[in-house]
């Protein structure tokens, strides 16, 4: 598999993988950047259910 180091699919590891490695350019590409996290809307839809109780006025 990919990720047992058999890039050519042929279901073995041998220097063929290393060819088609190097071939595709990802190999060579340097470190990827950093992806950054983007909150889910309903997050704050969350928080105010929670705060609800609280904002409820006592008699």
């Known amino acids: 598999s990919w990720g047992e180091g ?3 699919g042929d279901g073995l590891f ?3 993988d290393f060819a088609t490695a190097f ?8 470190p990827r950047p950093a992806v950054s996290a983007v909150p889910e809307p ?4 969350l928080l105010l259910l929670g705060l609800l ?6 008699k």
């Open 6 to 8: 058999d890039w050519d």
């Open 53 to 58: 109780p609280f904002a409820r006025k006592r």
């Open 14 to 16: 041998g220097t063929s």
């Open 42 to 45: 309903a997050s704050l839809t």
């Open 23 to 30: 071939q595709d350019g990802g190999y060579e590409a340097g």
